[in-house]
């Protein structure tokens, strides 16, 4: 957190001078000299960032592990949270497959996506009156996991067959579809569990 609170802090300085040039029109100068000098500054401030990102990323999901199995531990509520931490780990496996790329098995993709798209509609059947609540369970299967359902089937559809499509896809890079993907399941997903797990 420290270093990417100092990165943040440092690459202000950066967009100031960056504000000042643009608004002063000083590129008319030097024909963008120092302009492309601030911006090779910032993409290194944004792969930095990126960097550490990932890294609160890995410690946030070890915390959430952690936390989700002491809640789980004599809850009233730990059978359905058992069927919601296996259905998030059934999501990440399939996130895992998709982040391996052009080394991925894209049939395996499809029929994980198929799987995925039928346990959401037997969830919604199975836990059909809490879902019906607003709440954290809806959240998790009315929204999240619906939503990215549908999100991987129109995904599957785009790129079948055309593996450069696919991997400019999952490639790991800020702004990215995948990591987008990949932060709702691995950062948004638990949050529901624990907050469902709540007294």
């Known amino acids: 957190m420290t270093a ?4 943040l ?7 100031k001078e960056l504000a000042d040039y643009i608004n002063a029109k000083d590129y008319q100068d030097d024909g963008y000299k120092k302009g492309d ?20 990323q890995d410690l946030y999901l070890t915390a959430m592990t952690v936390a989700l199995d002491a809640a789980v531990q004599g809850s009233s509520k730990a059978d359905t949270a058992r069927v919601m931490l296996a259905d998030w780990a059934q999501t990440r496996a399939l996130v895992a497959e998709m ?32 879902i019906a609540k607003p709440g954290p369970l809806a959240r998790f299967y009315d929204r999240q996991l619906s939503d990215f ?17 696919f ?33």
Not at 4 to 7: F, V
Not at 179 to 194: A, Q
Request: charged share 25%; with cysteine.
């Open 4 to 7: 990417a609170n100092d990165t």
């Open 9 to 15: 802090k440092a690459s202000q300085v950066a967009f």
């Open 37 to 56: 000098a601030l911006n090779a500054t910032l993409m290194a401030y944004g792969k930095t960032c990126y960097g550490l990102a990932s890294e609160l």
């Open 99 to 130: 982040a391996k790329g052009t080394t991925a098995d894209m049939a395996k993709i499809g029929a994980m996506v198929a799987g995925l798209s039928e346990l959401v509609d037997r969830r919604k059947v199975e836990f059909a009156a809490d």
């Open 149 to 165: 359902a549908v999100r991987m089937r129109r995904l599957v559809r785009d790129v079948a067959g055309k593996p450069k499509a």
């Open 167 to 199: 991997q400019d896809l999952v490639e790991d890079r800020p702004g990215s579809t995948f990591n987008s993907v990949r932060d709702t399941v691995e950062m948004t997903l638990p949050g529901e569990i624990l907050a469902f797990l709540k007294p």
